[in-house]
């Protein structure tokens, strides 16, 4: 079966062998391993990417279901000028330990920031409430996201 | 896992010309399909039917009398719905708070239904908004209230070539609300989940519905605490007598999740928390 889709950016044509994950097909076939398997049952929020935008688990999508659709990773995230402020304030506030649920975090609070300009603290737990860390404790995550969001805000002013 | 192609139709006649084969799989949002498809990874997966490319399935509708609710709509999209948010706010709070964002942004309505979880979060709602789904195949196309639906845990009247092609409520417009309970806030399944839906004119209870989830193998209706509840007067003494007759009602399991008489008791505080609001609003 045949899908095209928009990955990154840019426009795709694939044949799809079967069926397969939509993590599947980033990670193992198109190398884009920036997505992480955490659980593979929708609960750690490891594997988020955005579909037209909005955050889904990757782990419980089917490759011939992003036909026609457009997908952001974490690859997309981080390439982006927009979310620069994010992965920066990841960096300072030591939201990131080992890493793992990173790529997901970031990828849900860019999709909270490109409709939420001043999300309250509220309003971040609430869009990563689907992302897991194990090591954190998330304080220093929501510092992360609300630190982003006024640099933003600063920048736009 | 890769085994064959799924088969993506994108109208709803192809859809049913496919559901006539037997052993297909249908996949909505795949937020249940594909956790259960996890566990047996090695095994071959079914033939999957792949129902969210049709985009006539996806949508809410307002008619004369009713709403209707394509079975594809997402809980994100019931909860921002503004149709929804006027004639079953019962159904956007439970769309809301169910799951994580990533959830909501991919799990159905129709897969909510035809899953039927005892546990499954807008299945109360949709008992009291007296909701009724139209199930069609190729040839044939029925009704009924969603009550007839669920036979037990997982089992439902739904037959093998059928597919859940509508949801429908009507438009009288009622108070009501839906209160859960879970381990956790995001990402925990209902421990116990009461649903109402109240026409109240000058302080009397005219009609009322109550749903409870997860508290026996099927969503069920607290039937004696709304007789209690009909034609009298909410205040706070009603409030108690039917929110015990509620707790009664329920026939919870122990399980993973709970305990049964923490359930049953829930079940009282759950409802009691509701009706007061309704009350103090009043
Ligand atoms: C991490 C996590 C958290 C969750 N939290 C909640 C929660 O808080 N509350 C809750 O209620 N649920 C929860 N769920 C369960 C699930 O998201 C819901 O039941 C969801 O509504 C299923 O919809 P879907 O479209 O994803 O279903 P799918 O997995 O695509 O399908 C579910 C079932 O419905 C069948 N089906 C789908 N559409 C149709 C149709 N049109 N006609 C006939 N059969 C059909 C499928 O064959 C399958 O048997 C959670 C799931 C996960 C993974
Ligand atoms: S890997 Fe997808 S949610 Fe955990
Ligand atoms: S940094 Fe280790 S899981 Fe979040």
């Given at each position: 079966m045949k899908v095209r889709f928009k990955l990154n950016g840019k426009f795709v044509m694939l044949d799809l062998p079967g069926v397969e994950r939509l993590i599947d097909l980033l990670r193992e076939r198109l190398d884009l391993v920036g997505t992480k398997e955490g659980c593979g049952k929708g609960e750690c929020g490891a594997c988020t990417v955005l579909l037209d935008g909005k955050p889904v688990c990757s782990c419980l999508m089917l490759a011939s279901q992003i036909a026609g659709h457009e997908i952001v990773t974490i690859e997309g995230v981080a390439a982006d000028n927009r979310y620069a402020h994010i992965l920066n304030a990841f960096e300072e506030t030591g939201a990131v330990q080992c890493g793992y649920c990173s790529p997901g975090m970031i990828v849900s609070a860019a999709a909270l920031l490109a409709r939420n300009r001043h999300p309250s603290d509220n309003e971040i737990k609430r869009a990563l409430a689907g992302n897991l860390c194990r090591c954190t404790g998330y304080s220093k995550i929501i510092e992360a996201v609300s630190r982003a969001a006024e640099r933003v805000a600063q920048e736009r002013k | 896992m890769k085994e064959q192609d799924t088969i993506n139709p994108s109208s709803l006649r192809q859809a049913l010309a496919a559901k006539a084969r037997p052993n297909l799989v249908v996949v909505a949002g795949g937020t249940d399909i594909l956790v259960q498809l996890h566990d047996r990874v090695d095994r071959p997966w079914p033939k999957l039917l792949v129902l969210d490319g049709i985009k006539a399935l996806g949508k809410i509708t307002l008619h004369d009398d009713f709403v209707t609710i394509g079975p594809n709509v997402t809980f994100s999209e019931i909860e921002s719905s503004p149709i929804i948010g006027k004639y079953a706010p019962q159904l956007a709070q439970a769309a809301s708070v169910a799951g994580s964002v990533q959830i909501r942004n991919?799990?159905?309505?129709?897969?909510?239904?035809?899953?039927?979880?005892?546990?499954?979060?807008?299945?109360?709602?949709?008992?009291?908004?007296?909701?009724?789904?139209?199930?069609?195949?190729v040839r044939t196309k029925r009704s009924m209230p969603i009550e007839k639906f669920f036979v037990g845990p997982g089992k439902t009247v739904l037959k093998s070539n059928e597919l859940i092609t509508a949801i429908r409520i009507s438009k009288v417009k009622r108070i009501g609300f839906f209160l859960r309970l879970?381990?956790?806030?995001?990402?925990?399944?209902?421990?116990?989940?009461?649903?109402?839906?109240?026409?109240?004119?000058?302080?009397?209870?005219?009609?009322?519905?109550?749903?409870?989830?997860?508290?026996?193998?099927?969503?069920?209706?607290?039937?004696?605490?709304?007789?209690?509840?009909?034609?009298?007067?909410?205040?706070?003494?009603?409030?108690?007598?039917?929110?015990?007759?509620?707790?009664?009602?329920?026939?919870?399991?122990?399980?993973?999740?709970?305990?049964?008489?923490?359930?049953?008791?829930?079940?009282?505080?759950?409802?009691?928390?509701?009706?007061?609001?309704?009350?103090?609003?009043?």
């Open positions: - | 991919r799990a159905t309505i129709g897969g909510n239904v035809a899953n039927a979880s005892p546990a499954g979060d807008l299945i109360p709602p949709l008992y009291v908004l007296g909701a009724t789904l139209e199930l069609l195949s879970g381990t956790r806030q995001a990402l925990a399944i209902s421990k116990v989940s009461v649903a109402a839906a109240l026409m109240i004119k000058s302080g009397i209870i005219l009609d009322v519905k109550i749903a409870l989830g997860a508290v026996a193998p099927t969503v069920i209706r607290a039937g004696v605490a709304e007789e209690l509840l009909r034609g009298n007067r909410l205040d706070a003494k009603l409030i108690d007598h039917a929110a015990e007759a509620a707790s009664k009602e329920a026939r919870p399991i122990d399980d993973i999740r709970s305990v049964a008489a923490y359930r049953k008791e829930m079940v009282g505080i759950l409802l009691k928390r509701g009706l007061t609001k309704i009350l103090e609003s009043m």
